[in-house]
């Protein structure tokens, strides 16, 4: 009988494989090398494999789609509740092989190589900021010993600590002067080191037509644009706007029993990296409403009415929608577009 569905559970070196057929029979239930890997999914006849989203999987689902097979790509969450008694590797395997086979399952589009890349430089440039941010209140709370108290913002540690520990010198000792030299020093060079990859990002936005329209929605930059670009791919994997706002983590939390809905607060699921840069990018829309309302009167009249805190994840969310309608409608951004 042919084997009509894959669970693999992925791993460094071992490889849980199981498969059935379409009866559901178990076909195929064994451990697999590395280097074993596409010789097997070579040998055997294209079907559905299903993979969950971890570290590699994007890897694998395209050599495996490479070699004729239909990869889908769960997240860890929704695989979880098909386990049968006891964690291990056959149990994930089998369970994967199980929620793949639902109609009602929510997949991972499988990035490109080209994905992958750009949104490393994002994830590298963010480890770097708040490596920097780490730093900057270490010299912050290091200096406050010693009484000297810098004001915020990370520009007064580079201008203003050399000249105060000039000015303390018969205060304080000259190993402490020389220790906090050597942290600015760390922080100049990962300022550096961000610089640089925000220019990698700016060319990679500049070469993408996509990223460049998103560019035009007010509160999203050439950083949002590309990683949003980057992450979500094919826009139509999402049946509608709201459908990437929720991925997004966008929409509020429900709560609901017996007829009776509650709402909550933003579920925050999916990419908090993509949704801080969207609520950031609406923050200060929100900003510039304040000065001129005229210029945005949907918020305007939405932040008469409500917190400014509602109001910004508001646009944010009404954003994530105009990029869905945008990329999956191939459409450029107007400023004076009315809904019919």
């Not at 303390?168 to 100049?188: C, N, Q, S, W, Y």
């Amino acid at each position: 009988m042919k084997i009509t569905t894959i669970g693999i559970d992925l791993a460094k070196d071992a490889f849980q494989v199981h498969g059935i057929d379409e009866r559901g029979e178990v076909r195929i239930k064994r451990s697999l090398k590395r280097r074993e890997m596409m010789e097997f999914f070579t040998r055997i006849e294209p079907c559905l494999i299903g993979l969950e989203s971890c570290g590699g999987a994007h890897y694998w689902a395209r050599r495996l789609h490479n070699v004729g097979h239909t990869v889908k790509l769960m997240a860890p969450q929704f695989v979880k509740p098909y386990v049968k008694g006891n964690k291990h590797d056959a149990a994930d395997a089998e369970a994967i092989c199980e929620a793949v086979r639902r109609p009602t399952m929510r997949f991972v589009p499988v990035k490109t190589v080209d994905q992958q890349s750009i949104l490393a430089v994002h994830r590298v440039r963010q480890g770097m900021i708040k490596a920097r941010t780490a730093q900057a209140n270490q010299i912050r709370g290091l200096l406050a010993e010693f009484g000297l108290i810098v004001p915020i913002g990370i520009s007064h540690l580079f201008l203003k600590v050399p000249t105060m520990l000039d000015e303390a010198r018969d205060t304080v000792p000259g190993v402490f002067r020389e220790l906090i030299h050597r942290l600015l020093e760390h922080m100049k060079e990962l300022t550096r080191q961000v610089d640089e990859l925000e220019i990698q990002i700016h060319q990679w936005h500049r070469a993408s037509e996509i990223s460049r329209n998103l560019e035009q929605i007010p509160g999203v930059g050439p950083i949002t644009a590309s990683a949003l670009v980057a992450s979500i791919g094919d826009a139509r994997n999402f049946k509608n706007g709201r459908q990437l706002a929720a991925w997004l983590g966008l929409v509020p939390k429900q709560h609901s029993s017996g007829g009776k809905t509650k709402l909550q607060g933003i579920s925050k699921r999916g990419d908090n990296y993509l949704r801080t840069l969207l609520v950031h990018g609406a923050r200060a829309v929100v900003k510039s409403a304040e000065r001129k309302p005229e210029r945005y009167v949907w918020l305007s009249k939405l932040m008469g009415r409500s917190h400014i805190n509602i109001a910004t994840v508001a646009l944010a969310n009404k954003n994530a929608r105009v990029v869905w309608a945008l990329m999956a409608h191939d459409q450029k951004f107007r400023s004076d577009y009315v809904g019919t």
